[in-house]
Structures are given as structure tokens and as C-alpha cells.
């Protein structure tokens, strides 16, 4: 759930000033409040746009949400979009201009993870794509929690550990199953948000066939 298990959990959701009950996470950034309100939670079944939130989310590890979010644009940039095909033909002088770009994280393994990833992601095009491949953890449909407070979402499950063993026997890297976790949450695998939320019965309803 983003970065919240890095800092203090606020036990209260949040209110802002529109009068919309929230989970406490985004708190006031407005570029936070976006993503929480618009993305975060919804079913993603596109390859690559999960293609890319597995990216990012690896990228993330060790750090904050908020501060890839930030520089999701540049990340774009950089990644051509993110486009599968295009990043599994990176080159060792692409990896190189990369760690050059001031816009995105500097790191080359998470660099070079993105890459294997992409290649994970053009091999399972043979089983169906990415989309279908993930989404087979939960049987293809959104797992609904309505959690009372933070405190009762988990870092981890059963499931990202499998998904998280999966990729990294595929050859993926920067996946643990955190990081699976924390994207199932955001892709909508999982509906973590808030019981009191104003999302959470929007993301349900996004759910249903």
C-alpha cells in the first residue's frame, strides 16, 4: 500500500477538505490524492500498463511511492513508454545513458531488472500475456477486504509469495513479495482500501463482471 509501511500508520482515514472520507496515506498531496482517487485499487488487466507498475514498484524498493510517482513522467520517457519490446532490446549503452538520466532512480540493477522484465513479460505472451497470467493468482478476480484501519492490511500474503516465486523463476528480480503485495494492491488484484474510504465501494463495483 504505496510507502505507509515505512513510516507511522495512522489509525483514523482522513478527510480532506472536499469532505471525502480517504485512507490516510495520500494525506494532503495533491499529486498523491490523484493516484489514490483515480488509480489506485482499479483493475489493471492491460499488459502494459502492469508491465509498468511491476517496473515501477521494483524501482520503488527501499524508497518511497510518492517519490516514484513523482518521476513516473521521466520514467516514461526513459522507458519508451514502457513498451515491452522496446526495453527487452535495451543495450548495455542504453543501460549506461540511463544511469546518466537524473530524472528517474539511478540504479542499476533495478535498471537491468526492468530489462529481464520485460522479457518475462514477452514470454508469457505464449501463455495467454501477462494480464491473464497474474491475474490466474486470484481466479481472475479482485480479492475484497474492506480493512477496519492500516493495521489490518498485510505487507505480504500467501499469494504474492507465489507470484513473487513465479517471476523470480522466470528470471525477474525486485519482486519480492512486498513489492507484489504492494502492486496487487495498486492494480487491483486487491482492494485495500479503507472500509470508511470513499474508494472502496467504487473499487468493488469496478470489480463485478
Known amino acids: 500500500m504505496a510507502d505507509t509501511k515505512r ?73 519508451d513508454e514502457f513498451d515491452p519490446e522496446k526495453v527487452a532490446r535495451f543495450t548495455p549503452a542504453k543501460v549506461e545513458a540511463l544511469l546518466q538520466d537524473s530524472g528517474i532512480v539511478r540504479h542499476r ?25 497474474l491475474w490466474s493468482f486470484v481466479d481472475g478476480t479482485p480479492k475484497q477486504n474492506a480493512p477496519r484501519g492500516p493495521r489490518d492490511i498485510p505487507t505480504q500474503t500467501p499469494i504474492s509469495e507465489a507470484i513473487s516465486k513465479d517471476l ?4 525477474a528480480n525486485f519482486v519480492g513479495p512486498t513489492i507484489i503485495y504492494a502492486f496487487m494492491q495498486a492494480v487491483g488484484m486487491v482492494n485495500d482500501h479503507l472500509a470508511t474510504c470513499h474508494r472502496c465501494a467504487a473499487c468493488q463495483a469496478l470489480a463485478k463482471p
Open 7 to 79: 513510516k507511522p500508520k495512522p489509525e483514523r482515514p482522513s478527510v480532506a477538505d472536499d469532505g471525502l472520507t480517504r485512507c490516510p496515506w495520500p494525506a494532503g498531496d495533491a499529486l498523491y490524492l490523484a493516484y489514490h482517487d483515480e488509480e489506485w485499487g482499479v483493475p489493471e488487466r492491460d499488459d502494459r500498463a502492469l508491465f509498468e507498475k511491476l517496473a515501477l514498484d521494483s524501482f520503488q524498493a527501499g524508497l518511497s511511492w510518492i517519490t516514484i510517482l513523482r518521476k513516473r513522467p521521466a520514467f516514461r520517457a526513459g522507458f
Open 168 to 171: 523470480k523463476g522466470r528470471g
Open 109 to 133: 540493477g533495478k535498471i537491468e531488472a526492468t530489462i529481464a522484465l520485460a522479457k518475462v513479460t514477452l514470454d508469457l505472451r505464449d501463455k495467454g500475456g501477462l494480464s491473464k497470467h
